[in-house]
Structures are given as C-alpha cells and as structure tokens.
Antibody
Framework: QVQLVVSGGGVVRPGGSLRLSCAAS????????IHWVRQAPGKGLEWVAM????????YFADPVQGRFTISRDSFKDTVYLQMNSLRTEDTAVYFCAKVKGPYGSGNYFDHWGQGTLVTVSS | AIQLTQSPSSLSASVGDRVTITCRAS??????LAWYQQIPGKTPKLLIYDASILESGVPPRFSGGGSGTDFALTISSLQPEDFATYYCQHFYSYPLTFGGGTKVEIK
C-alpha cells in the first residue's frame, strides 16, 4: 500500500538549516505531486510547499518563500524540503502529503506521511 | 491569498446529533474544496473533495455541499469516532490554504 515516510526533523538554532525527506513507496511516484504541510503545536494546518509530479513547477507559501526549497529524486522516490534561515515561528510538525489525482489533477491529499517535528529554538 | 473562514471554531454535540460545519472562502473558488478529519496525534484524513465527492471508504453519514464561496460539511448522525477536528482546504490556486479548524467535542 502507499506509504510516505518523513525524516529529518530535529532541534535547530534560529538562522540554521534542516533538510526533510519524504520517501514514498507503494505507488508510481513519478505521476503524483507531493506537498508539505505543517502544524505548529496546538494549532491548525498550514500549507508550506509543493512540487509537481515531474518537478517542473514548485510553489511556496509566503512565510517560507525565499528560505525553503523543494526538490524530488525520481530514482529514490523521495521529495526533499530544504529549510534555510529558520525562525522560531517555523517550529511545527511537518507532514508530506500525496495528491489524490495523477498528473496534477486536483491538489487535495489522500495519503500523508507521519510527520516530523522541527523545533527552532535558541 | 484566498482566506477560508470556518465556523464554528468548536462545538459540543452528542452521539446521534446532526452536525454542520461551514467554510467561507474570501473569493469564488468554484468547487475546489476538500474536507479533512484529524484525530489528535494522527495525520489528517481526506473526507470530501471537489466540495461534495465522498472519498472512498468514508462513511456516508459524511456529506459536503456548496460552491463559489460557501461550503458545508454535514455529519448526519454523529458517532463516537467522529469526535475530532475538521479542516477545509481550497485548491483553486496557489497558495493553497486551510481553514482554521472546527473541533467537535463530546457534550
């Protein structure tokens, strides 16, 4: 079955960097877009970034634009979220999520990774 | 960015009650709306997409409706496993956004 495994979280100082990974299995990775969504402790869901199924388009939420980048490796069936210049307000559980439809047909999410906690603190 | 306003932010209800949660978009998003359920400590679960289409495996007591700017999620007869937080999400354009959430608690 479809599985998304998220890794790479941890504690980092303000201004630091982290790279999150989302490793997919049980699906044809190359036909689905992958998104990142975060949830600050006790708060709601916040969309962060996406990469199209073929890697040609990438979009970011305003709060992370210019600091985060996203990429995908079709050989490893993995999407990466590179987070630079981290701020305390980036503290959250980060989930990756797969879109339901192939080839960009509808950006809603039918499978989610388990999430990884990123804590930005001095 | 398109804002989604959910109401109420929380509600108390009893098993068997009919519950309706609303989601209002700051501009016309046609039917580009999804609903999720999140139980504490778990990942969100897709319930409804395209405003009214029930995701496979989701019980038919869940239903969605609306288009344009006003949407609703209805649970026809609340069950114990339905006590959770519910979020709407639009996918009309980037950036995607989620509503603030509605926490459904046991009365």
């Amino acid at each position: 079955q479809v599985q998304l495994v998220v890794s790479g979280g941890g504690v980092v100082r303000p201004g630091g960097s982290l790279r999150l990974s989302c490793a997919a299995s049980g699906l044809d990775f190359n036909i689905y877009g992958i998104h990142w969504v975060r949830q600050a402790p006790g708060k709601g869901l916040e969309w962060v970034a996406m990469v199209r199924y073929d890697g040609t388009d990438k979009y970011f939420a305003d709060p992370v634009q210019g600091r985060f980048t996203i990429s995908r490796d079709s050989f490893k069936d993995t999407v990466y979220l590179q987070m630079n210049s981290l701020r305390t307000e980036d503290t959250a559980v980060y989930f990756c999520a797969k879109v339901k439809g192939p080839y960009g047909s509808g950006n809603y999410f039918d499978h989610w990774g388990q999430g990884t906690l990123v804590t930005v603190s001095s | 960015a398109i804002q989604l306003t959910q109401s109420p932010s929380s509600l108390s209800a009893s098993v068997g009650d009919r519950v309706t949660i609303t989601c209002r978009a700051s501009q016309d998003i046609t039917s580009a709306l999804a609903w999720y359920q999140q139980i504490p400590g778990k990942t969100p679960k897709l319930l409804i997409y395209d405003a009214s289409i029930l995701e496979s495996g989701v019980p038919p007591r869940f239903s969605g409706g609306g288009s344009g700017t006003d949407f609703a999620l209805t649970i026809s007869s609340l069950q114990p496993e339905d006590f959770a937080t519910y979020y709407c999400q639009h996918f009309y354009s980037y950036p995607l956004t989620f509503g603030g959430g509605t926490k459904v608690e046991i009365k």
